[in-house]
């Protein structure tokens, strides 16, 4: 009928002991069904199907049919063809019969006959290749054979109760034949479409293996380097690196040998789960070139390659303080310290930091925190920053001063492959930026040489001259005091530049306490801590210098 308007074919199901409903398209009237069952009987109906609409139409009424009893399978309708000759073997495939005379398969017959004078002596190589006729186009190879002799080659199916009849005979002569060359099979690529396939694989698969065909030739042993490149046509950031993120094939370690009559063979390239986050805009991956370098068994300029796409396989990382030492001024007002994320970057992450005090005094030099702070990183990021408020006060800081940043844990994703170092730190230093003070306290005044009125003194300022806008050593001046003997009263005796000091006029065989003072442009510092020491006894004075007129 034509009621859904259109061409229309029809379909035909059956059921039967143990089989499942088949639809077959047919387009005549007429359908034969050569795999059934012998001696079962089957349910039919038929129904139409649209052709435009691919609809299907109400079934027909159930017809009820049986087959015969088993029966010799008929021969292949045709004689074998020849798919390639190499210098000693064949490989032929052919069709199936139409009927398999109701019995389960059970291997195909190959017989091979050779042509000479009064008839040759027929080989049967028995062919169990498919579990199921159906399950592709038999073939097989006949090995074996001489360069110079023809051959007859005819199949035939066995089945559980007997063999088939034998098909017409296929005449060829094995040949030397074209080498060939190889291409990578359709059966590698997994992503992709047309023109644009390629092959993915994640990169903690550890190896990937690649499927090749020879094609325009199967004869003798050919030898082509299977080699791996770099991936030109990716931005320089998605290319995989060989030997970082695989192993890259070079040299002779890189030829794939395919025998003689061989049509397919396989390689491995071996990939390293390097950890490092990788995405290319449409996927996570980087990527790389496999190379056929056909040119080297002769076939011209007849290089094939194909894009290999290795898949990030979500390392959230490795977390770690990037730089041992940071300096910075007090007047900056935080220290930035820089945690990197390595091994790989996937998904947010975040980690926890503390600090301790060094020279630089939490509270009083920069803000330390109680308890462990909490550092983020988005999908992706590689590196995030932490910042510790410094304290800025007026007074010149004299020394450096230092505390230290170290990470404490992962937060989150609490997983075995995300780690931390936690053994190393960051010192931080802190600076000064250019507070104007008075110099700090000096050392006490340092005894040298005492005689029996006389004293000479070292006196230098401390480690602590103080700021201001000149050069420090040249521009600080320093005071000598006596302690009187009521033992607070400071009697100045001397001032001047930093140096030895020689003191006159004193009584001999007594103990004598000096302090001194620095003093520079922004004025006087404190008075150092007392300093001992004593005249030796009565001496006779020295000689004066020679008179002047």
């Known amino acids: 009928g034509g009621g859904g308007g259109g061409g229309t074919t029809c379909a035909l199901a059956y059921t039967g002991a143990g089989d499942s409903l088949t639809l077959t398209a047919c387009l005549q009237t007429a359908h034969g ?11 039919l109906r038929v129904a139409a199907i649209t052709a435009s609409f691919g609809a299907i139409g109400a079934f027909s009424p159930v017809a009820v049919v049986a087959t015969a009893a088993a029966s010799t399978p008929t021969a292949p309708a045709a004689a074998p063809t020849l798919v390639f000759a190499t210098e000693t073997a064949l490989r032929v495939s052919w069709n199936q019969p139409d009927d398999f005379g109701g019995g389960a398969f059970v291997s195909w017959l190959v017989g091979v006959t050779p042509v000479v004078e009064g008839g040759g002596e027929e080989t049967v190589i028995e062919v169990a290749a498919f579990n199921h006729p159906q399950e592709g186009t038999p073939a097989a190879d006949i090995p074996g054979l001489s360069d110079d002799m023809d051959y007859d080659v005819r199949v035939a199916i066995r089945v559980a109760h007997g063999d088939g009849a034998w098909s017409d005979a296929l005449r060829a002569s094995p040949s030397a034949g074209p080498p060939g060359r190889l291409v990578f099979a359709a059966s590698n690529f997994n992503a992709g479409s047309g023109d644009d396939q390629y092959v993915e694989v994640g990169e903690d698969a550890g190896t990937i293996t690649i499927h090749v065909e020879r094609r325009d030739g199967f004869a003798g042993d050919i030898v082509v380097p299977a080699l791996t490149a770099i991936d030109t046509e990716a931005v320089s950031n998605r290319q995989a690196t060989p030997d970082a993120d695989f192993v890259a094939r070079t040299g002779a370690a890189a030829d794939l040998t395919v025998p003689n009559g061989e049509a397919t063979a396989t390689f491995t390239v071996d990939i390293t789960n390097d950890g490092d986050f990788a995405t290319d805009g449409e996927g996570d991956g980087e990527s790389f070139l496999l190379v056929l370098d056909n040119t080297a068994i002769g076939q011209g300029d007849a290089a094939v390659s194909v894009r290999v796409v290795i898949l990030d396989d979500g390392d959230a990382g490795h977390f770690a303080l990037r730089d041992a030492q940071v300096s910075v001024s007090e007047g900056a007002g935080t220290a930035d310290v820089v945690v990197v994320r390595t091994g790989g970057s996937s998904g947010p992450a975040e980690i926890s930091w503390i600090t301790d005090d060094g020279s630089a005094v939490g509270g009083v030099d920069y803000s330390a925190p109680a308890v462990p702070q909490g550092l983020t990183f988005a ?90 806008d000149y050069t420090p050593e040249a521009d600080i001046s320093m005071t000598l005091f006596r302690v009187d003997t009521d033992g607070s009263t400071l009697v100045e005796v001397w001032s001047g530049a930093p140096g030895r000091v020689v003191v006159n006029g004193l009584a001999a065989s007594t103990a004598y306490q000096w302090k001194s003072r620095a003093s520079n442009d922004q004025g006087d510092g404190p008075i150092s801590a007392a300093g001992s020491a004593s005249t030796t006894g009565a001496t006779p004075p020295t000689a004066p210098t020679a008179p002047v007129l």
Not at 395 to 423: C, G, M, N, Q, W
């Open 33 to 43: 069904g050569g795999q059934l069952r012998s001696a079962t009987s089957y349910g």
């Open 379 to 468: 999908d992706g990021q590689t590196e995030a920053t932490l910042s510790v408020p410094l304290t800025n006060d007026d007074l010149y800081e004299h020394i450096d001063e230092s505390f230290i940043v170290r990470l404490v844990a992962v937060v989150s994703p609490a997983t075995p492959k995300t780690t931390i170092d936690t053994t190393a730190t960051t010192e931080v230093t802190i600076t000064d930026d250019g507070d104007h003070s008075p110099p700090g306290p000096p050392p006490p005044p340092s005894h040298y040489l005492s005689t029996g009125g006389r004293v000479e003194l070292d006196v230098l300022p401390g480690a602590d001259l103080g700021g201001a």
